[in-house]
């Protein structure tokens, strides 16, 4: 059974750092490409990066582009999301999600997701 | 930035029939995909590649693609479908979600 496990929210004052990690198992993890995808409070989904199953290619949001830091340690079959300068429009649960295919493509689409863990910033 | 238009909310009767459109330029060249996603819980897979349903994924969830607009239908509505449904696809490198829709079954 496909599992994905974050951690690592809490609150956060606004310029605050925070490392998410999402703990993968039930698949070969480095068969596949991964993803962040996150839902402000009663709002829609939003995807805020992905990586290849080698770390050889990766992506982000505009929204977060040169502040959020995504990685994976395969050995460790987990997956992180380094948030630096947070603001409070960052304020969402995270989900990690697994991709169908080994690469961040532009047909990447997920096909399981994990629970989500809590990122409120605010002072 | 590259949008997917949904309408807010559809609602239909137990039994009947309901169709989610979810709208985009790139729709024509670009796979859509369809989350499902009930309170408190995450999202879903019920629809891949516009019209492909994943195991597990009762028969009554089909997709159908026609130029730039994609249409989720489930047929046989049941009060358990009662959620938020989410188109997603991609233009160049970027993935987008569709804003949503919420599904009330009366």
């Known amino acids: 059974e496909v599992q994905l496990v974050e951690s690592g929210g809490g609150l956060v004052q606004p310029g605050r750092s925070l490392r998410l990690s999402c703990a993968a198992s039930g698949f070969t993890f480095d068969d596949y490409a991964m993803h962040w995808v996150r839902q402000a409070p009663g709002k829609g989904l939003e995807w805020v990066s992905g990586?290849?199953?080698?770390?050889?290619?990766?992506g982000y949001a505009d929204s977060v582009k040169g502040r959020f830091t995504i990685s994976r340690d395969n050995a460790k079959n987990s997956l992180y999301l380094q948030m630096n300068s947070l603001r409070a429009e960052d304020t969402a649960l995270y989900y990690c999600?697994?991709?169908?295919?080994?690469?961040?493509?532009?047909?990447?689409?997920?096909?399981?997701w994990g629970q989500g863990t809590l990122v409120t910033v605010s002072s | 930035s590259y949008e997917l238009t949904q309408p807010p909310s559809v609602s239909v009767s137990p039994g009947q029939t309901a169709r989610i459109t979810c709208s985009g330029d790139a729709l024509p060249k670009q796979y859509a995909y369809w989350y499902q996603q009930k309170p408190g819980q995450a999202p879903v897979l019920v629809i891949y590649?516009?019209?492909e349903r994943p195991s597990g994924i009762p028969e009554r969830f089909s997709g159908s693609s026609s130029g730039t607009t994609v249409t989720l239908t489930i047929s046989g509505v049941q009060a358990e479908d009662e959620a938020d449904y989410y188109c997603q696809s991609a233009d160049s490198s970027d993935v987008v979600f569709g804003g949503g829709t919420k599904l009330t079954v009366l």
């Open positions: 590649k516009d019209s």
């Open positions: 999600a697994k991709d169908s295919a080994s690469s961040i493509a532009i047909q990447s689409f997920f096909d399981y």
């Open positions: 990586i290849s199953w080698n770390s050889g290619s990766i």
